[in-house]
């Protein structure tokens, strides 16, 4: 069988790599090698009762084949991707609308490259029309339409009420060029245009595969390939699909806009970056580190609520006792504490103890400044200036004379990042100093011991 | 005068082939760098087990395609848009429905819900971003307090929340993303540097930091600095559309879901791409990913209606889940990691675990 070979490039010498045709070209390429002669599923002519069945080849042929050829350990996967190029329309079952694939007996048969997706078919109504009725003419069982289909064509026939002898007349004739054909193309013609037809307008109930994603419609590089008419017939339709509008010629970037890209490729060129090897040791640290926290790997205590139906574990977290093994998740690091509210309040607790407070106090005032609306900014700016940063303020904190001046700069036109180098600076302050005493003070190991505790108290 | 149009001509020529240069440079330092795979580290440690992942709960009630959804902080609740123009609040727990909104568009593709849970945030091809503050009220009509918030010239294609119910952070179809002021509705900074769509954006997870980044259709996933609108770090390794991108927990890396059937894992400290997760098999494209909370699995939907589970560290894939009935559009882990949620264009969503 002759490839198609539907992706050549347009005019402007371009292969189409929008997404949908990326997807067809790999279901064409799998398709390719299905059909090879020497490594590809036999297909043969099955002797039925009265005549013969041409071009066949079995379900189990297709799932057996995947198997083998496309290194798939499961014979469910196998059956689910064959399934998909069904019912995208790259074969179909000879006697089913339902394009499914089943892993047995059944006969299946090639799609023509005439009719793959990737032609990037839009058959009108008027010809779904024609195909219809065209079938009513021909006196074969097994061209009779289905329940769904003569509904169709009912409708149809009312929407076309004036063009109906058109319609006909196409159909007709088409009818007419069918019956000189030899029986056997015929079979597997008929068969291969239902098959088309059972893609575009599918079975009440299964996935149209031709839906696209309204994002992606919009950007087919070659709107004028889209084809709409499968019988050459012409329509007084728009000859343009409203989604596909022409692909704007991709603009040339402007000396300023590569003038900024140079700059932008030697800032990331002057970029520190990090040894492969240390990095992957960081992020295996770090899923070591959680992995008792994570519900889809250790099991939570005492069960995960969608699964037993029994919602404790959310209790206990709503509570205001934090349980050991959120305690120790504070351990793992400062901002462990400064994500959890009950961390928040237990540091804020031993700083206050301490009476060194103020760092945090200031650390959590600006980051409830950035959360507020911008309206809010320049008092709540001002309200922490008095607080912690002015000549004379009651929390006074400790920040670097660098800071301190740019912070000095930015209140005078006040924005939400008005404090940032400061704050900043703070939380460094706090990682390396109060973060660390909290850490070892008694407070924060005897709620780690907590529980151990508890226990005790118990005999 | 002809001679300065050649002049002109020239320069650009010139300042393209030296951008051409320094980025190729830079390909050069990273791959310098690179002296082990993931994969290959990742070898002493155990592999997972079998795991047993089911749908514990099937969401029914959207009339047509789930286009997003997004978690409540309250780890039970969740809202979900679909193609229909309806946005849903649900009790997934429960499964009931407790808040629906119509909106004026269809394909809503975009939702979010506010930290307090006070509020939700959609927009689609409406180009705009509206928020909805919750009622406790069953009988009042929540259309009637709608805000909109943000203004694009194209599509909405996903929304987020910052840390606050205050500021929302959209993506569109325009090519750009845009930092707003909830209550005013003010542009508090935009993004420039997509050369297409953006699809999807996520905020680092970090206490301190100012970043997020973002995916779109000219294949690039963009880091940038939320304070001053500036583009950090740029990774372009996909072959097609990014259609989906997530923070690693820690914030130091990412993953993305691209219509090239692949995920890849980005590391920012290394400033490379580290692992790409794929199979010959694996044909239609990733539509969402999301990580469990130890960042060990990674949870990708795709176009051929399965979720496929990564083992994110040595590269394999654990678990092929089945049960949509079409494509999966988006994928979202709870806030507490028990579950993650399905949406599909079979109408339905799912709560696995």
């Known amino acids: ?459 | 005068m002809a001679c300065q149009g050649l002049a002109k001509g020239e320069t650009t020529n010139t300042l393209k082939a030296e951008s051409e240069s320094l980025k190729a440079k830079l390909e050069e330092e990273r791959a310098k760098l690179h002296d082990v795979e993931l994969h290959q580290v990742a070898e002493k440690i155990d592999a997972l087990g079998q795991f047993v992942m089911k749908t514990r709960r099937t969401l029914k009630g959207h009339g047509n395609k789930v286009l997003c959804m997004d978690w409540c902080r309250d780890k039970r609740r969740i809202v979900s848009s679909s193609q229909d123009g309806k946005v849903i609040v649900w009790d997934a727990y429960t499964t009931n429905k407790e808040h629906a909104v119509t909106m004026p568009c269809t394909w809503v593709m975009a939702c979010a819900y506010a930290p307090s849970g006070c509020a939700v945030a959609c927009g689609g091809l409406d180009n705009k971003c509206s928020v909805y503050p919750l009622s406790l009220d069953k009988n009042e009509n929540l259309a009637a307090k709608k805000k909109s918030v943000a203004m694009h010239t194209n599509y909405l294609s996903s929304c987020s929340f910052t840390n606050s119910d205050m500021q929302i952070l959209t993506s569109s179809g325009d090519g750009t993303c845009a930092l707003w002021d909830v209550e005013s509705g003010q542009l508090l900074q935009s993004f420039h540097g997509h050369s297409a769509d953006v699809l999807s954006l996520d905020l680092a997870p970090s206490e301190t930091g100012n970043t997020f980044v973002s995916g779109g259709c000219d294949k690039k996933a963009n880091v940038w600095d939320m304070r001053s609108g500036q583009n950090v770090q740029s990774f372009e390794t996909h072959e097609s559309d990014i259609n989906n991108v997530k923070y690693y927990p820690s914030g130091d890396a990412f993953a993305t879901g691209s219509d090239d059937a692949t995920c890849r894992l980005y590391d920012l400290r290394a400033d490379r791409e580290v692992a790409i997760y794929s199979k010959d098999s694996i044909i239609f494209g990733a539509s969402s990913v999301d990580f469990s909370l130890s960042g060990r699995l990674l949870f990708a939907g795709y176009n051929d209606y399965t979720i496929n589970v990564w083992d994110v560290l040595k590269g394999t894939r654990v678990a092929i889940l089945f049960g949509h009935e079409n494509r999966v559009s988006t994928v979202r882990v709870s806030p507490d990691g028990t579950a993650f949620c399905s949406g599909s264009w079979d109408n339905t969503l799912r709560i696995w675990a």
């Open chain 1, 1 to 459: 069988m002759a490839k198609n070979n539907s992706l050549h490039p347009n005019s402007n010498g371009e292969t189409d790599d929008s997404p949908n045709m990326l997807v067809y070209r790999k279901m064409e390429d799998v398709i390719a090698r299905m059909q090879d002669e020497k490594n590809g599923i036999p297909i043969r002519t099955v002797k039925s009762f009265l005549s013969k069945i041409p071009s066949v080849f079995s379900g189990s042929d297709i799932v057996q084949w995947l198997l083998k050829n496309l290194c798939i350990e499961d014979q469910v996967e196998a059956l689910h991707l064959g399934t998909l190029m069904a019912a995208h329309g790259y074969f179909f079952p000879i006697s089913d609308h339902v394009l499914t694939l089943k892993d047995d007996g059944t006969f299946y048969r090639f799609q023509t490259p005439y009719f793959w997706p990737s032609n990037c078919w839009e058959p009108e109504n008027t010809d779904y029309a024609v195909y219809l009725c065209k079938r009513t003419m021909q006196n074969k069982a097994r061209l009779e339409l289905a329940d769904y289909e003569a509904e169709s064509l009912a409708r149809l026939q009312r929407a076309f009420a004036r063009k109906w002898e058109f319609i006909f007349m196409q159909a007709e004739a088409q009818a007419k060029v069918d019956k000189k054909r030899d029986k056997i193309e015929r079979k597997i013609l008929d068969s291969q245009e239902r098959a088309f037809w059972d893609v575009h307008r599918p079975v009440p109930g299964c996935v149209n595969t031709t839906e696209v994603d309204i994002k992606k419609s919009s950007r087919m590089k070659n709107p004028h390939k889209t084809r709409k008419s499968v019988y050459g017939l012409q329509n007084d339709i728009r000859s343009h699909s409203p989604t596909h509008t022409p692909a704007p010629e991709a603009k040339q970037p402007t000396e300023e806009e590569l003038r900024e890209q140079i700059k932008f490729w030697q800032a990331q060129l002057d970029r520190h970056r990090l040894k492969m090897s240390k990095v992957a040791e960081s992020l295996l640290s770090y899923t070591e580190q959680y992995s008792d926290y994570d519900p889809f790997l250790s099991t939570p205590d005492p069960s995960n609520p969608w699964i037993s139906d029994d919602t404790t574990l959310w209790e206990m977290e709503a509570s205001k006792e934090p349980g050991q093994t959120r305690v120790r998740r504070w351990g793992f690091g400062i901002d462990e504490v400064l994500k959890d509210p009950v961390g928040r309040e237990q540091f804020l607790k031993f700083l206050e103890s301490e009476f060194s407070s103020e760092n945090l106090r200031f650390w959590l005032a600006v980051q409830e400044l950035k959360r507020r609306p911008i309206r809010e900014v320049p008092t709540r700016v001002q309200e922490i200036w008095e607080e912690f940063l002015a000549p004379g303020a009651p929390s006074a904190i400790n920040v670097d004379s660098k800071s301190y001046d740019k912070t000095t700069q930015n209140i005078k036109d006040p924005g939400r990042y008005a404090f940032e180098d400061a704050q900043e600076h703070i939380y460094k302050l706090m990682k390396s100093d109060s973060y660390s005493r909290f850490i070892r003070s008694s407070a924060y190991q005897e709620l780690l011991q907590a529980k151990k505790k508890k226990s005790k108290n118990l005999f």
